[in-house]
């Protein structure tokens, strides 16, 4: 099976590290490591089909009204199962839940793994949602 990982606060990411990084307002409830977009000028997780694109990853948790910080590009480490292993090199895209899995068909590429833990239980990814819009601008 392809890379997944899930998104919860039960099985939670880590910011290794973080550039670009900005303070934020958010609108609801966002575990570190999630993709964030604009809707209705509120920054909000970006799993929604109503936000158009990721643009920020948050380097920090936070509640609704609280101020984060977010950056442009991340390295995060998340939690995977045996069933579900990631392959260094590997494309990560944003699932519609805001978890992180395998690039497939329509969903936005925001990475890619540098590193497997040693029980094959984590990875480690470079998380940077403008790389996707980089990318839609040349084309």
């Known amino acids: 099976m392809a890379f997944s990982e899930t998104r919860a606060a039960a099985s939670p990411r880590t910011v290794l590290q973080a550039r670009g990084i900005c303070n934020i307002p958010i609108t609801e409830t966002i575990l570190p490591g999630d993709c964030l977009g604009i809707l209705s000028a509120e920054w909000v997780l970006s799993a929604s089909a109503t936000?158009?694109?990721?643009?920020?990853?948050?380097?920090?948790?936070?509640?609704?009204?609280?101020t984060i910080e977010a950056a442009l590009i991340a390295v995060v480490e998340v939690e995977t199962t045996v069933a579900n292993v990631a392959t260094v090199g590997e494309l990560v895209a944003l699932n519609d839940d805001g978890s992180y899995e395998a690039a497939g068909s329509n969903l936005p590429d925001v990475g890619f793994?540098?590193?497997?833990?040693?029980?094959?239980?984590?990875?480690?990814?470079?998380?940077?949602?403008?790389?996707?819009?980089?990318?839609t601008a040349r084309s």
């Open 51 to 66: 936000v158009d694109h990721p643009i920020l990853i948050a380097v920090e948790g936070g509640e609704d009204g609280d």
């Open 113 to 135: 793994v540098t590193s497997i833990g040693g029980d094959s239980l984590s990875a480690v990814l470079v998380v940077s949602p403008m790389l996707q819009q980089i990318d």
